[in-house]
T-cell receptor
Framework: LAKTTQPISMDSYEGQEVNITCSHN???????ITWYQQFPSQGPRFIIQ???TKVTNEVASLFIPADRKSSTLSLPRVSLSDTAVYYC??????????????FGKGTMLLVSP | DAGVTQSPTHLIKTRGQQVTLRCSPK?????VSWYQQALGQGPQFIFQ???????QRGNFPDRFSGHQFPNYSSELNVNALLLGDSALYLC???????????FGPGTRLTVL
């Protein structure tokens, strides 16, 4: 499985855009990139998944360059409630990527007033 | 829809004891996976159950075992508890084995 590297922590203020970058140099051809969010004392929650270029949903955007060796999760206009740990995962294929999730340590995002 | 539920929410055991954690999947889901999350770490995959059988297993010793019932609910059993087993145990359910997993709130296990 491809290893992911992301910052341990990030700080932001309400209303700002936050970009969290994840490195996955050994990503395989069939791998998809998935981001999860976890609040304290809760289980992780799926945010977004992509294979290449850009994916956008109602919560976030995911930017993936052509070489796919990194990806950036973009959270527009964060609020205090976006304070959480964000995990970047790389899985072998859209379906198999769901099957057995491999989490790293994640990025702790702290949003201040 | 109640989502994934787990019981108990908290549990305190002593070394050497055995523990059973329970999980009820999201309505309509037939696959249950278990994860262990130590403090400050990401969740680590323990095993996955589908059609009442263990389908995949992570790098955990045989002290960790599980079961899935006909109604798709599941149990995680840990024998001969060690201090290092203290963690948040998460259950996730999905509709068949290769679909998005939905996590429960977890059971916080403390081993003294």
């Amino acid at each position: 499985l491809a290893k992911t590297t992301q910052p341990i922590s990030m700080d932001s203020y309400e209303g700002q855009e936050v970009n969290i970058t994840c490195s996955h140099n050994n990503i395989a051809t069939n791998d998809y990139i998935t981001w999860y969010q976890q609040f304290p004392s809760q289980g992780p929650r799926f945010i977004i998944q992509g294979y290449k270029t850009k994916v956008t949903n109602e919560v976030a955007s995911l930017f993936i360059p052509a070489d796919r060796k990194s990806s950036t999760l973009s959270l527009p206009r964060v609020s205090l409630s976006d304070t959480a740990v964000y995990y970047c995962l790389v899985g072998d294929g859209l379906n198999s990527g769901y099957s057995t999730l491999t989490f790293g340590k994640g990025t702790m995002l702290l949003v201040s007033p | 829809d109640a989502g994934v539920t787990q019981s108990p929410t908290h549990l305190i055991k002593t070394r050497g004891q055995q523990v059973t954690l329970r999980c009820s999947p999201k309505s309509g889901h037939d696959t249950v996976s278990w994860y262990q999350q130590a403090l400050g770490q990401g969740p680590q995959f323990i095993f996955q159950y589908y059609e009442e059988e263990e389908r995949q297993r992570g790098n955990f010793p045989d002290r960790f075992s599980g079961h899935q019932f006909p109604n798709y609910s599941s149990e995680l059993n840990v024998n001969a508890l060690l201090l290092g087993d203290s963690a948040l145990y998460l259950c996730a359910s999905s509709l068949t084995v290769d679909n998005e997993q939905f996590f429960g709130p977890g059971t916080r296990l403390t081993v003294l």
